[in-house]
């Protein structure tokens, strides 16, 4: 699978999504919760340990594994038979979802301050930052791909 978007085809750009950002998330985000898990576990006692951060990256887990299912069950099949009556709709509620998970993106920087560990940090505590960046960019790049490139060949104009 190439690491660039099909630029003309929405129904390969659905499938390039499911085999780039889906497969990802899908390993990136619990990986990065087992971190966040010890790295509060091991520093709760400091003073800039990101208290909350697994948590929060447990409801994103679910949240996202709600939202990929959607659009790999639903929405991404009608993409690939050209659109169906109403697509709209569906595109609408993954819409908000993404607005959703941009909400949760600025809780996971405020929260590592940016992802910027404190100096002393240990390594397992620069790797969970290192790796939310990672996952940070791929989900926003995911959803800008979604918002402004797929999404847009099925609304209805003055629907967004």
């Known amino acids: 699978m190439p690491d660039r978007p099909p630029p003309d085809d929405p129904g390969e750009l659905t499938r390039f999504i499911e085999e780039r950002y889906h ?4 390993t ?9 898990e010890r790295v509060e576990q091991v520093h709760r006692d400091t003073p800039d340990v990101p208290q909350g951060l697994a948590m929060l990256l447990r409801q994103m887990i679910g949240e996202l594994e709600v939202h990929m299912k959607k659009e790999e069950l639903i929405l991404f099949p009608a993409i690939r038979r050209g659109g169906m009556p109403g697509i709209e709709n569906p595109i609408a509620m993954m819409r ?13 920087r405020a929260l590592t301050k940016g992802f910027i ?3 002393d940090a ?3 505590w620069r790797l969970l930052y290192a790796r939310l960046a990672d ?3 791929d989900l926003e790049e995911h959803i800008r791909l979604e918002n402004e490139v797929l999404f847009p060949h099925f609304e209805v104009a003055g629907a967004r």
């Open 23 to 26: 497969a990802r998330h899908r």
């Open 28 to 36: 990136d985000l619990p990986e990065a919760a087992a971190l966040a």
């Open 96 to 108: 908000t979802d993404h607005d959703d998970h941009a909400i949760e993106v600025g809780r996971i």
């Open 117 to 119: 560990p404190p100096s």
């Open 122 to 124: 240990c390594g397992t």
């Open 135 to 137: 996952f940070v960019s």
